[in-house]
C-alpha cells in the first residue's frame, strides 16, 4: 500500500527566506506527483504537477522536483511571503487513485 | 466560469439521518472524487468514479454511498452507518489522459453530527 510521507508538519520562516518542503513516498511506480495549497477551511489549490517521466516542474516563485527512484520530491518556495502562509500537501497517483501525504503548514512571518 | 461547486457549504445532522452532499462540474471531465479530511490530516478517498454509471470504492467506502448518472454530477449521501461522520468532505475531479491524472477541487462541504 502506497504511503505518503511529509516532513516537516509545520514550519515557521521569516519573510524574505528560501524554503523546501518534503513529500516521500513509498512505492516508485507513480503516474505523477502533484502539489497543492490549502488555506484554513478551503478546498484545495492545484500548484504544480510532474509526471512521471519528468525530473521538475517550475511555476513562478514555486518549483518542484521528483526522484522516483528514490521516492522523493520537494517543493521549493523562493523569496517567501506572508501570502505563501498555508499548508501544503503532496499527492501521488497511480491508476487513476490519488494518495496523499498529511501536509505541512508554513507560516511566514512579516 | 469552470469549475467544481459543492452545497451545502455547512452541514449539520442528526445523529440517525441520512445527508447528501453535491458535487457538480463544468469542467468535461471524465473522472470525481469524494475525499474526507479530519483535522490536521490528509485526505483519504472515499469512492471514485471513472465513467458515468460506475465507481469504486476507496479507502474508507463504510457509512458512504454515491452515484453517477450524469457526468457532471458525483453526490455523496452520508448514511447512519457511519459512525463519526464529522469531517470535511472535498469532491475533486480530472481528465483522465494517459497516465496523468491532475485533481482539481471544489470548496468542500464541513459536516458537523449534532
Known amino acids: 500500500k502506497q504511503e505518503v510521507t511529509q516532513i516537516p508538519a509545520a514550519l515557521s520562516v521569516p519573510e524574505g527566506e528560501n524554503l523546501v518542503l518534503n513529500c516521500s513516498f513509498t512505492d516508485s511506480a507513480i503516474y505523477n506527483l502533484q502539489w497543492f495549497r490549502q488555506d484554513p477551511g478551503k478546498g484545495l489549490t492545484s500548484l504544480l504537477l510532474i509526471q512521471s517521466s519528468q525530473r521538475e516542474q517550475t511555476s513562478g516563485r514555486l518549483n518542484a522536483s521528483l526522484d522516483k527512484s528514490s521516492g522523493r520530491s520537494t517543493l521549493y518556495i523562493a523569496a517567501s511571503q506572508p501570502g505563501d502562509s498555508a499548508t501544503y500537501l503532496c499527492?501521488?497517483?497511480?491508476?487513476?487513485?490519488?494518495?496523499f501525504g498529511d501536509g505541512t503548514t508554513l507560516t511566514v512571518k512579516p | 466560469d469552470g469549475g467544481i461547486t459543492q452545497s451545502p457549504k455547512y452541514l449539520f445532522r442528526k445523529e440517525g439521518q441520512n445527508v447528501t452532499l453535491s458535487c457538480e462540474q463544468n469542467?468535461?471531465?471524465?473522472?470525481m472524487y469524494w475525499y474526507r479530511q479530519d483535522p490536521g490530516q490528509g485526505l483519504r478517498l472515499i469512492y471514485y468514479?471513472?465513467?458515468?454509471?460506475?465507481?469504486q470504492k476507496g479507502d474508507i467506502a463504510e457509512g458512504y454511498s454515491v452515484s453517477r448518472e450524469k457526468k457532471e454530477s458525483f453526490p455523496l449521501t452520508v448514511t447512519s452507518a457511519q459512525k463519526n461522520p464529522t469531517a470535511f468532505y472535498l469532491c475533486a475531479s480530472s481528465i483522465l489522459q494517459g497516465t496523468v491524472n491532475e485533481q482539481f477541487f471544489g470548496p468542500g462541504t464541513r459536516l458537523t453530527v449534532l
Open positions: 499527492a501521488v497517483s497511480v491508476a487513476g487513485k490519488s494518495t
Open positions: 469542467l468535461n471531465h471524465d473522472a
Open positions: 468514479s471513472q465513467i458515468v454509471n460506475d465507481f
